[in-house]
Nanobody, 120 residues
C-alpha cells in the first residue's frame, strides 16, 4: 500500500524558515506530479507548489520568491523550503502525489498533514 509521510512542521517566528519533507513508500512503479497544499482554519485547501518528475515547478502567487519545492526521484521524496514566513502562511500543510502503484493503478495520494504556525 502506498503511503505519504510528512515531517518538518512546527512553530516559527515571522521572517523565519522551515523545511517540510515528504516521502512516499510502498509498492511504487512511478510517481508523476508531487506537491504541497495547505489549509488554514475556516478556509479551503489551496495549492502551494507542485513539481513534475522532470523538475518543472508551479507556485501559488502568494509564495513565489519565498518557497522552493524540490524532489529526489531516487528517494521518492519531495521537500518544501519555506523562507520569509508570514503569519498568513499558518496552516496544515499536506503532501500530495500522483502515483502508479503496483496492483493499484494510478491514484492521487495525500499525507496526513503537518502543522505550520508562524507567530511571534
Amino acid at each position: 500500500q502506498v503511503q505519504l509521510v510528512e515531517s518538518g512542521g512546527g512553530l516559527v517566528q515571522p521572517g523565519g524558515s522551515l523545511r517540510l519533507s515528504c516521502a512516499a513508500s510502498g509498492s511504487i512503479w512511478n510517481i508523476y506530479r508531487m506537491g504541497w497544499y495547505r489549509q488554514a482554519p475556516g478556509k479551503q485547501r489551496e495549492l502551494v507548489a507542485t513539481i513534475t518528475s522532470g523538475g518543472s515547478t508551479n507556485y501559488a502567487d502568494s509564495v513565489k520568491g519565498r518557497f522552493t519545492i524540490s524532489r529526489d526521484n531516487a528517494k521518492n521524496s519531495v521537500d518544501l523550503q519555506m523562507n520569509s514566513l508570514k503569519p498568513e502562511d499558518t496552516a496544515v500543510y499536506y503532501c500530495n502525489a500522483d502515483i502508479w502503484g503496483a496492483g493499484t493503478g494510478r491514484s492521487d495520494y495525500w499525507g496526513q498533514g503537518t502543522q505550520v504556525t508562524v507567530s511571534s
